[in-house]
């Protein structure tokens, strides 16, 4: 399978911060007979890849198998759902999608009463969560409890779609993108001995991230994970974060941490000289499992490689294919540069 | 045909109001078994299934084939689309929608932009239809050469059938009025009928009624059955407002509408044991009816509305059974209006 192939079937398996088991039994199936890896008590898939040479220090790469999504907080006497956000939300994009709940996927529609039935104060208003319901279509809580219980997660119907001649259209691409390419790095030959993890529960707290982290026992952490821009229309250069078809975003600094600033400049000068596009994250928004990382144990030195990703934490995100493919290459080159670093700045 | 099946295929045809002449060949195949098949000046499907005789009762009955959607205003120097509604578009969930834009050459998807929350600011307000931005992945070059100002976007929608039998999708308002319209005249095919019944499915009822006020002068019918639909009670919303789904056709009472056809329809529906609710509006009903009531000299008018969740959202929802129970009240009270039922 191909990085694309590998990254449209992750994406369209259900996956919601705490109930990762498809993505995890999708992943474990192609490893097998291919790499030795464990699954961790909390669900991480921890894969201790063997490359051609073993390198001065450990290194240690993760993305997220957990998308964000919904969670069923209780049932009502009239058979709709109540829920809560798994993850940060916009409530603007949830009214109206379709969602698959639970383990037998029943389908359901996000509702709320008709845009008809509102005040003109009301309509300019979001819906929030605590207002929406999930619909499966029947008429009585003995009806629902048949099929979904509460506890079980929700996630966005959704298909893969090529959106222009470069880009895709699909849920969850943060972060099974970063999924799709670690996933294709342990079916490769890699140049440089490595840990490669598949972690749990980041939407949540970076749950997963941190206890991989602290198993990993690593000197070197990268996180690959799809970092949100806004290269799109009604936004200006000032606000766009990254630019898609720029190549991978590398972070100096975000919302979770300060990053190793040899590092970032390692990673923005082995590009250039690969000749792979790069740029450097125009913002300190957001978060990743480098912030775990970097205080785990007695500490490891960080990286943020980012695929730029629209839309995100939407059933629409949007990536370029070309981003995808050089985030691949960048990280395959920039082991043996990692190989000779330090435990420590210089 | 299977109800199920007709409503998955009617909310998966693409007509914003004005675009319906491009389903008509589609449409053919389903009305052709009925009735020979004209196009009106502005769009709209007409079938003739019995030829209207001088002096005689000649019924319309009305069902609209239009869906909200978008339409492009502009085409960006960023190649990203402006756009503006094209009937009553929800500002509450437009973003990071995914579209299909209907160019010359072909449909291509697009979604709405959004801000994600990791990079919003400020308090949260539902964007204006013609604030929003539209990303279809294209250079502005490509955006140029394949769209133009004025192509069709309707919302992308995945048509399931939920548990029970309850169906979703888009458009269901009014395809599903479509799909009762079919049923009643597969039940009414072998009838010999002494009225005349002309089948419209009006273009543009969503941006003012155009569709249904001319075909209506156009074909001068006697009386009227529009069947649209109305609001299913969620939660949310007032009981008193609402029809209740499953609960049958919501039979309509408005000053308007003919008195004595809405309570021949209750009449029918009780001898007949199909479940009705009531509708009763204090002015316009907001379909159709209004304009075609008011069709010349006037038209003897009546509402059958089929109750419906999630209205003007991509995911709407119908109850199959309410389908059907509309079709077999417009079939009866066809039928015995034919007898010479017409009290009004």
Known sequence: MNLMEQLERLCLLPGVSGYEKSVRDEICNQLDGHCEYQIDKLGNVLVHKKGVQTPKNKIYISAHMDEVGFIITNIEENGLLRFQSVGGFDPRVLLGRLVEVGEQQVRGIIGAKAIHMLSKSEE????????????????????????????????????????????LLCKAFDDRVGCAILLDMC??????????????????????????????????????????????????????????????????????????????????????????????KRACTGANEAKAMQIARGGMRIMAISIPGRYIHSACSVVHKEDVVNTRLLLEKLLPALAQVEKYPS | ??????????????????????????????????????????????????????????????????????????????????????????????????????????????????IPPHLSKGERKNPKINEIYVDCGLTPEQAKEQIRPGDAITFQSTPAHLLGNRITGKALDDRSGCVALIKALEWLKEEPLDCGLTLVFSAMEEVGGQGAQTAAWQLNPTHSLVI??????????????????????????????NYQISRQLEDIAQQENIPYQSEVMTRRTGTNADEIAMSRDGVKTALVSIPLRYMHTPQELVDIEDVENTARLVSTWVKSMSKGGETA
């Open chain 2, 1 to 114: 045909m299977d109800t199920a099946q007709l409503l998955l295929e009617f909310s998966s045809l693409q007509a914003i109001p004005g675009r319906e002449f491009e389903l008509f060949q589609t449409i053919s195949n389903y009305l052709s078994p009925y009735g020979e098949l004209s196009l009106s000046p502005l769009g709209s499907i007409i079938c003739q299934f019995r030829k209207p005789k001088e002096n005689g009762v000649h019924i319309l009955l009305d069902a609209h084939l239009d869906e909200i959607g978008l339409i492009v205003t502009q085409v960006g120097e960023d190649g990203f689309l402006k756009v503006d509604s094209c009937g009553g578009v929800d500002p509450r969930l437009i973003m990071a929608s995914a579209l299909w834009i209907h160019t010359k050459s072909g449909s291509i998807p697009g979604v709405v932009c959004s």
């Open chain 1, 187 to 280: 079916l490769s030959e890699l140049p440089y001995d490595c840990i490669i993890a598949f972690n749990v529960g980041e939407e949540v707290g970076l749950v997963g991230g941190t206890t991989a982290a602290y198993q990993a026992q690593a000197d070197i952490g990268i996180a690959v994970d799809c970092t949100a821009v806004s290269d799109i229309g009604g936004s200006s250069p000032e606000y766009y974060v990254g630019v898609q078809g720029d190549g991978p975003v590398v972070s100096f600094k975000d919302g979770g941490a300060v990053y190793d600033q040899e590092l970032f400049h390692l990673a923005l000068d082995t590009g250039k000289q690969a000749g792979i596009p790069c740029q450097s």
């Open chain 2, 228 to 257: 649209d639909t109305s609001f299913g009670h969620t939660p949310d919303a007032k009981s008193h407002e609402c029809g209740s789904m499953g609960a049958g056709p919501m039979i309509g009472h408005a000053p308007l509408l």
């Open chain 1, 124 to 167: 300019e208003k979001p819906v929030e969560i605590d207002h929406l319901m999930i619909d499966i279509g029947t008429d009585s809580k003995e009806e629902t409890l048949k099929v979904v219980r509460p506890g079980e997660r929700a996630s966005f119907v959704s298909t893969f779609q090529q959106l222009g001649e470069n880009r």
